[in-house]
């Protein structure tokens, strides 16, 4: 099976670029497609000279048919990992149309490339956000969802098509990874997440204020219902989840089931933003100027995974903890202070 092509989209930007490697270390054939709207093609030679494999790359986008049709027709795809989607919050409020095209259209029509090709195992990057105000924790992945913005519904909208397309035909076999917070870097410091403008995310926000290139952090919020009054979170390594992504592609090319399945990616262990200050202080040696302001609005107090499924059916599990994610966060940050 490891000798087949696998389509991976939106494979050079952040979470897409540590599964490349994952993938390619396993002796899986990669090919990447991205529009580079948020990513560069230096991950893409980082990823190179880290793993010894040229990659076959293609500037396209997934609404542009003809062109990854085109991609399609060149290579016999046993697969494909769908990475690519735009993920601002704050952006989907101000420009819904844009994420409605972009996450929506988007997948619609790579789907259909992959149905007239006959390509039917897909890994789809969904998101914790599905789950809205969650009701119990840690959330099981038969929680109801519900979202609160364009983001959040985008993905929403893409997880009940691709139910329906499995259901219409039980050929399809799709793998819905349900990420809880993606965080850290690939241990080389080589590759990381490149935020092009000030992140919103408090991973790369923290990093930025260690290296000093932001003066201090605001923590959204110090009276929720949590251990310390500050935000709980399920930090999950990129590198944990890049591994997410290689159990899902095994489950789908080895599994005589057929169908949709959601899995929730996390650790399991929520991690407050006081506590998250303190680990990153610990890994990098430098002080974290914050203060406690107002609530985000649409945040939740609490959110961290169960994820057993995962666990039991694709036998992984998360690995590396919130120290391990900041040591190498931050080694990223020091080694790439401006980025790719
Ligand atoms: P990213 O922006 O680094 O990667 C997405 C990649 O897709 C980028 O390289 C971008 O250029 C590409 N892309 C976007 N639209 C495209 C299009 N129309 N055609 C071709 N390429 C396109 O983001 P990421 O953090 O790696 O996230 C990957 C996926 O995981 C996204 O779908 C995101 O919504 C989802 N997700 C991310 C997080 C997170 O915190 N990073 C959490 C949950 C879910
Ligand atoms: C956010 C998005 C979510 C998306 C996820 C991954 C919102 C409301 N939610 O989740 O839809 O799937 O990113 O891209 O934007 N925090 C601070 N100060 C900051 C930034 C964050 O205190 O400057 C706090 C937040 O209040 C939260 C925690 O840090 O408690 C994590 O925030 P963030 O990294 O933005 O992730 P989420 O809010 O979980």
């Not at 979470?15 to 090919?31: K, M, R």
């Not at 840690?138 to 098509?161: C, D, F, M, R, W």
């Not at 201090?216 to 992504?245: E, M, N, P, Q, W």
């Amino acid at each position: 099976m490891n000798s087949e092509f696998v389509l991976i989209v939106g494979g050079a930007g952040y979470i897409g670029a540590h599964t490349c490697f994952e993938l390619l270390v396993s002796g899986y054939n990669i090919v990447v497609l991205d529009n580079l709207s948020n990513s560069q093609k230096e991950s893409l030679k980082r990823l190179s000279t880290l793993t010894g494999k040229e990659i076959d790359f293609y500037e396209v986008d997934i609404r542009d048919s003809r062109s990854v049709d085109l991609v399609f027709e060149k290579y016999g795809f046993s697969s494909v990992v769908h990475f690519a989607g735009l993920k601002s919050v704050g952006e989907s409020n101000s420009f819904p149309l844009k994420y409605y095209d972009n996450n929506v259209s988007g997948s619609i029509s790579l789907l259909k490339v992959m149905d007239k090709y006959n390509v039917k195992k897909l890994v789809f990057s969904s998101s914790a956000t599905v789950y809205g105000t969650p009701k119990e924790l840690p959330i099981p992945e038969t929680a109801p969802t519900s979202t609160i913005n364009p983001y959040g519904q985008s993905k929403l909208l893409v997880e009940k098509i691709l139910v329906d397309v499995a259901k219409a035909d039980p050929d399809w076999k799709i793998a819905n990874l349900r990420y809880f917070n993606p965080a850290g870097a690939h241990f080389s410091g080589l590759i990381g997440e490149d935020p092009k403008d000030i992140p919103n995310n408090i991973m790369p926000y923290i990093s930025q204020v260690a290296v000093g290139k932001l003066e201090k952090l605001s923590v959204f919020g110090g009276d929720y219902d949590t251990v310390d009054g500050t935000g709980v979170r399920d930090y999950i390594h990129v590198t944990d989840l890049a591994k997410g992504h290689l159990a899902a592609l095994n489950y789908l090319n080895s599994s005589q089931e057929c169908g949709f399945s959601s899995f929730n990616l996390g650790t399991g262990k929520g991690v407050s933003v006081l506590e998250l200050i303190n680990a990153f202080e610990k890994a990098s040696g430098k002080n974290i100027p914050f203060n406690i302001v107002a609530r985000r609005q649409g945040d939740v107090a609490a959110c961290y995974a169960d994820p057993t499924k995962a666990n039991k059916v694709l036998g992984w599990k998360a690995e590396l903890d919130i120290d391990r994610i900041c040591q190498d966060a931050w080694r990223w940050q020091v080694n790439n202070p401006t980025g790719y």
